[in-house]
């Protein structure tokens, strides 16, 4: 028994004392686990009436609540992510429900927030711990902090029993800012060795690393480890910083070479963590390759100029541009236009599309022209540089091309119309039926290419003298007028006689393409006459016939 005013044990009490609340009993050891107590009371009135009392207490154990810390739980969070806090992360034991209990925090947070799926950001100081169990809670850190945040809070039952925590919160940098940052970019001599180095990256969660896990392997060479013979598919962070890693060349010809990669955290043995790391991230290392002993592209000689007719497109072939390398597929080479052709006289295609670089393989396919654009009869030229892709292998050489002039001839056959007739006429490309082949007006080019019928045009300089030339709308043509030749080859142009008794008749025209005027043509036609009287001979009456 305890006076509750003194605090001191007692061995005896008033009733009035009992009346005014100043004695209680006191468990003597609080973590007993006794279930009840007894107590002998003698009471006493005056002296002379005596009565013993037993009194019966039963101990109730008090509400046990406590915050393990021999193992925590580390919680991670990507930056600029979200991690739940759950009841389980907090290590609480009790032996009461969740609806008993609460949970403040006891500092605040520097680097981050607590939001709720309720109340949204921030959550209240003082949560229920049935949130908690509901994962209700979530912490999100500041955009651009990484790190630690720690998170120390209180929990009680309500019966004064409260016990305090700490949770470790890490936010951790994304693997696909860790791979950027990476520098996977190697140097290698053709056939040797080197290993990969872990530069410019650091894991920061702590017990986790990096495994890389390669995806596509290279093409010219193989990964191993360091005195294996073996080709490895994965390694990880550790490894890269021991060089235990390393790229052979194949002694192969060529000058890069690559492999792809995925990266992901892994967990060491004996963390305990909230929730896995789902992060992943994917790369590519580069290896540039130095080729040695490597002798510079050479022509094939004797290289031609080439032969290029005004307005026209040639292709340059082997006679014209042929390299070849002791070291690499000659179709390997790579051509380099350092100086282009004169801009006013042509250009230079890879099939239709301007180009200033290509390969000996385009030019062994016939996909590059030299295509003349200019009006003038002016040679022109390009200067490319060869290479094998090593900057010291370096070959200039200037290409010539000779601009031809451009021909064109008219050849027309014997025409011949009935007095009065018309003809249409024809070149050899006629396209009706029903026009007469012996009509035809030819024209031919010493260009390459087919040109096309409606850049030729015809200028009338003199008409007939006995008929009209007529379109198909049935317009006479006078002096100075024109057509092409895409109207002769539909058949749009005609010759009309005028029925005069006349047995020929011509007329003269000038071919021109783009801005050449070619020397003029006459066209000459023969007139049949038609019911016309035979010539009668009147001799004299004296005169006799021999």
Not at 357 to 382: A, C, M, P
Not at 439 to 450: E, Q
Request: proline share 6%; with cysteine.
């Amino acid at each position: 028994f305890q006076n509750t005013q003194t605090g001191q044990a007692i061995s005896t009490f008033t009733f009035g004392e009992i009346l005014a609340g100043n004695i209680r009993y006191v468990v003597s050891q609080p973590n007993t686990y006794a279930s009840s107590d007894v107590l002998q009371l003698t009471a006493t009135l005056e002296n002379i009436v005596k009565r013993d009392i037993s009194l019966w207490i039963t101990i109730v154990p008090r509400p046990q609540l406590h915050v393990q810390e021999a193992t925590p739980i580390l919680h991670l969070v990507p930056e600029r992510g979200t991690v739940p806090i759950n009841i389980q992360h907090l290590n609480i034991t009790s032996d009461q429900p969740a609806s008993d209990h609460f949970l403040m925090l006891t500092s605040p947070l520097v680097n981050g927030v607590l939001c709720s799926r309720t109340s949204g950001c921030p959550a209240p100081n003082r949560l229920a711990l049935e949130d908690l169990q509901r994962s209700d809670i979530q912490y999100k850190p500041k955009p651009g902090f990484i790190g630690n945040e720690y998170l120390s809070f209180l929990v009680s039952n309500g019966y004064r029993n409260a016990t305090v925590g700490l949770i470790r919160i890490v936010v951790f940098t994304r693997l696909q800012t860790i791979v950027a940052r990476m520098n996977t970019s190697l140097h290698v001599l053709e056939g040797h060795s080197v290993s990969l180095v872990k530069e410019n990256f650091d894991v920061d969660i702590p017990a986790h690393e990096i495994v890389f896990i390669v995806t596509t392997t290279p093409v010219h060479g193989r990964l191993s480890r360091v005195n294996d013979s073996f080709d490895t598919l994965s390694f990880t962070e550790s490894d890269l910083r021991s060089k235990r890693i390393q790229y052979t060349h194949d002694d192969s010809e060529s000058f890069n070479d690559n492999f792809t990669f995925s990266a992901v955290y892994r967990p060491l043995p004996g963390l305990r963590i909230s929730s896995p790391v789902d992060d992943k991230a994917a790369g590519m290392f580069s290896i540039g390759i130095t080729p040695v002993n490597d002798n510079v592209p050479r022509p094939v000689l004797p290289l031609q100029p080439l032969d290029v007719i005004m307005y026209d497109m040639a292709q340059l072939t082997r006679k014209h541009l042929h390299f070849v390398d002791d070291d690499l597929d000659s179709g390997d080479l790579l051509y380099t236009v350092e100086r282009p052709p004169e801009k006013a006289l042509g250009r230079l295609l890879h099939d239709q599309d301007l180009t200033d670089q290509f390969r000996q393989s385009d030019i062994d396919k016939g996909e590059i022209f030299y295509q003349h654009i200019g009006r003038t009869l002016k040679n022109d030229s390009v200067v490319l540089s060869i290479t094998d892709r090593d900057p010291h292998h370096r070959v200039t050489i200037e290409v010539r091309f000779f601009i031809r002039p451009l021909l064109l001839m008219v050849n027309t056959s014997l025409m011949q119309v009935e007095e009065g007739g018309v003809i249409t006429f024809c070149d050899q490309h006629c396209r009706k039926d029903s026009l007469d082949p012996s009509h035809r007006l030819i024209v031919k080019s010493n260009r390459r290419r087919v040109l096309d019928p409606n850049l030729i045009v015809f200028k009338v300089v003199s008409v007939p003298q006995h008929g009209t030339i007529r379109s198909i709308s049935g317009r006479a043509l006078t002096t100075g007028q024109t057509f092409t030749k895409g109207e002769i080859t539909q058949g749009f142009i005609e010759y009309r006689h005028d029925g005069s008794d006349t047995l020929t008749d011509s007329f003269i025209l000038s071919p021109s393409i783009y801005y050449k005027v070619f020397e003029s043509h006459q066209v000459s036609i023969a007139i049949i006459p038609v019911d016309d009287t035979p010539p009668q001979l009147f001799l004299p009456s004296h005169a006799s016939l021999l």
